[in-house]
T-cell receptor, first 116, second 113 residues
Framework: GAVVSQHPSRVICKSGTSVKIECRSL??????MFWYRQFPKQSLMLMAT?????????EQGVEKDKFLINHASLTLSTLTVTSAHPEDSSFYIC????????????FGPGTRLTVL | AQSVTQLDSQVPVFEEAPVELRCNYS??????LFWYVQYPNQGLQLLLK??????LVKGINGFEAEFNKSQTSFHLRKPSVHIRDTAEYFC???????????FGSGTRLLVRP
């Protein structure tokens, strides 16, 4: 149980294009989903927290107009990187929690974004 | 605000040797503590967590950690490591009542034959 998937696992795009990453909770309802980015050999940095049906809460320094987050259902959240640039290249990881898992978050396998 | 310090960026160790990965945290309020493992190009897997109760926490894959409130530490240990334990290990903290995780910088465990 408690499986979180991400799609795509890897994406390469040209500078200026937008990229959408999906995060799904496969066997539970995710009341809250989190989006992290991880640069090579570095830790995970929380970008935003999203609750189903409401606007995401972004961490300081994260541009909400650049990183659009939608959490339209209890099993799906999407992160859209708009007008991507090479500095947006990173490993993006989502996690999810349900109402019964307490403080535990279940992590997706991550999406490697490369912007040329 | 909370912070997590993992002083060792890399820990090399021979197979079947014991290992300790250090984690210290800073917080003005009560916290929950976690250890996660990340294999290359994968997401994070929970090894163990401390929420309350016994300060010695046992997790998966033979790992354990001990919460020491006076030293604000939560070091991860394993008595005998395997090659397959080679991975990145992250310590994380969250404030009681909050769901936000603050991660340490990670420690790469490199197990050599």
């Amino acid at each position: 149980g408690a499986v979180v998937s991400q799609h795509p696992s890897r994406v390469i795009c040209k500078s200026g294009t937008s990229v959408k990453i999906e995060c799904r909770s496969l066997d539970f309802q995710a009341t809250t989903m989190f989006w992290y980015r991880q640069f090579p050999k570095q830790s995970l940095m929380l970008m935003a927290t999203s609750n189903e049906g409401s606007k995401a809460t972004y961490e300081q320094g994260v541009e909400k107009d650049k990183f659009l987050i939608n959490h339209a259902s209890l099993t799906l959240s999407t992160l859209t990187v708009t007008s991507a640039h090479p500095e947006d290249s990173s490993f993006y990881i989502c996690s999810a929690r349900d109402g019964t898992s307490g403080n535990e978050q279940f992590f997706g396998p991550g999406t490697r974004l490369t912007v040329l | 605000a909370q912070s997590v310090t993992q002083l060792d960026s890399q820990v090399p160790v021979f197979e079947e040797a014991p290992v300790e990965l250090r984690c210290n945290y800073s917080s003005s309020v009560s916290v929950y503590l976690f250890w996660y493992v990340q294999y290359p190009n994968q997401g994070l897997q929970l090894l163990l967590k401390y929420l309350s109760g016994s300060t010695l926490v046992k997790g998966i894959n033979g790992f354990e950690a001990e919460f020491n409130k006076s030293q604000t530490s939560f070091h991860l240990r394993k008595p005998s490591v395997h090659i397959r334990d080679t991975a990145e290990y992250f310590c994380a903290v969250s404030e009681v009542g909050s769901y936000k995780l603050i991660f340490g910088s990670g420690t790469r465990l490199l197990v050599r034959p």
